[in-house]
């Protein structure tokens, strides 16, 4: 359930992306109405960074107990011949999403960072939480560096380049918004290569020190018996806490930066949205303190099924937004602002749970996981 939460919050900020590409999570082209300007703050302040670091923690969560069911079964080697099958499957998936579909694919980063995490499969946990503390505070140390550059770069741009949005931005958006899937992929496959190497050379630690991170509370428990972790979950809601003022001055800052100097993005703004990412350690401890309601247990039965399936579910989004918002497809997305963007994914995503219940009811797991739990265990004795 909670996977499948992770995967409708990055719907809510792939859409926004979807048209512009690399140009940021939204460019307004025309000043914004209220309720654009409000959902993107939502969307912005509570979604983006927080469900995509969520999922690469439950990444690393779900390592831990694959690997430990690996193990039994097969022995240490062979475990980890499987693992890295699984993962060299992922990044093929990835490439060709990444390539066809949606610039934005994380599948790519997350399989290379995979191969990181395999390193660690027989590590002890202590060993687990002070590898995971290294990589996020390395992924803080240079995203401050990063701002000092992006900030005393924009100090150099001509003053006519901020007062309107950049052509090459326009012109992505064109591309992907009226031309044909031939003007998207070329578009597509461009911003796809740039971003998997931004992600890889900036990212990395961020992406690794999540999945160390979700390893550990795998190895621990910290999800499967929150009872005996008092003081992590007590420490997940204190920083939580802490990272919310973080959280809702940077998109604030980027709002603003938006509506003045749309070729100017705000560089202060952009990190500490990128920086407010602990606040989904709020949302899990949210989640764990009233995991026996009966409410909560009825929303769990009804999300499971699409967390089960996430693969699919995750590459049947890409499908549906070309669908629906390209030129190649339906090209709604050259009319639709922030807030309808926002309620065509909630749309997709009541679509998703209906089917997802269908499909697992049916056939016990998603077909791209089917090919995939193929891949993984062909070899393995």
Same mark, same amino acid.
Request: glycine share 6%; aromatic share 14%.
């Given at each position: 359930a909670l996977r499948a939460v992770a995967l409708f919050g990055i719907l809510q900020v792939n859409i926004q992306s979807y048209l512009w590409g690399l140009g940021g999570l939204t460019v307004f082209a025309t000043p914004p109405s209220a309720a654009d300007q409000a959902v993107y703050l939502l969307i912005a302040t509570f979604v983006s960074t927080k469900f995509l670091s969520l999922f690469a923690f439950l990444f690393g969560? +779900?390592?831990? =107990?694959?690997?430990?069911?690996?193990?039994?079964?097969?022995? $240490?080697?062979? /475990? #980890?011949? @499987?693992?890295?099958?699984?993962?060299?499957?992922?990044?093929?998936?990835?490439?060709?999403?990444?390539?066809?579909?949606?610039?934005?694919?994380?599948?790519?980063?997350?399989?290379?960072?995979g191969f990181v995490l395999l390193l660690y499969a027989a590590s002890r946990p202590r060993v687990l939480a002070r590898h995971a503390g290294r990589w996020l505070w390395g992924y803080v140390a240079i995203s401050v560096l990063l701002t000092f550059f992006m900030a005393g770069? +924009?100090?150099? =741009?001509?003053?006519?380049?901020?007062?309107?949005?950049?052509? $090459?931005?326009? /012109? #992505?958006? @064109?591309?992907?918004?009226?031309?044909?899937?031939?003007?998207?992929?070329?578009?597509?496959?461009?911003?796809?290569?740039?971003?998997?190497?931004?992600?890889?050379?900036?990212?990395?630690?961020?992406?690794?020190?999540?999945?160390v991170l979700g390893a550990l509370a795998g190895r621990l428990g910290w999800l499967a018996h929150p009872a005996r972790h008092p003081q992590v979950w007590r420490n997940a809601r204190r920083i939580g806490w802490a990272a919310l003022p973080v959280a809702a001055l940077g998109?604030?800052?980027?709002?603003?930066?938006?509506?003045?100097?749309?070729?100017?993005?705000?560089?202060?703004?952009?990190?500490?949205?990128?920086?407010?990412?602990?606040?989904?350690?709020?949302?899990?401890?949210?989640?764990i303190a009233r995991r026996d309601a009966q409410w909560l247990q009825r929303v769990v039965a009804w999300l499971a099924p699409a967390g089960r399936m996430p693969l699919t579910n995750y590459l049947a989004q890409s499908v549906l937004m070309g669908l629906l918002l390209s030129g190649w497809g339906l090209g709604w997305g050259i009319d639709l602002g922030v807030a309808q963007l926002a309620l065509l994914?909630?749309?997709?995503?009541?679509?998703?749970?209906?089917?997802?219940?269908?499909?697992?009811?049916?056939?016990?797991?998603?077909?791209?996981?089917?090919?995939?739990?193929?891949?993984?265990?062909?070899?393995?004795?």
């Open positions: 969560y +779900g390592f831990a =107990l694959q690997m430990k069911s690996l193990r039994r079964a097969h022995g $240490e080697r062979d /475990a #980890r011949r @499987a693992y890295r099958r699984r993962l060299a499957f992922l990044l093929a998936i990835g490439v060709m999403h990444g390539t066809l579909l949606y610039f934005g694919d994380i599948l790519t980063t997350y399989a290379l960072c770069a +924009g100090r150099f =741009l001509p003053a006519e380049d901020i007062a309107q949005v950049p052509p $090459e931005w326009l /012109a #992505r958006f @064109a591309a992907a918004a009226t031309g044909d899937y031939a003007a998207f992929q070329s578009v597509t496959w461009s911003d796809y290569v740039d971003l998997t190497l931004l992600s890889l050379t900036l990212a990395s630690p961020y992406v690794i020190g999540l999945f998109p604030w800052l980027s709002l603003q930066s938006q509506i003045d100097t749309p070729g100017l993005p705000s560089a202060v703004g952009f990190t500490l949205t990128s920086l407010s990412f602990p606040l989904v350690g709020l949302y899990l401890a949210w989640v994914a909630l749309a997709i995503v009541v679509l998703q749970i209906v089917a997802s219940r269908a499909w697992i009811a049916r056939f016990g797991q998603g077909p791209v996981e089917a090919l995939w739990k193929r891949a993984t265990y062909r070899q393995t004795r």
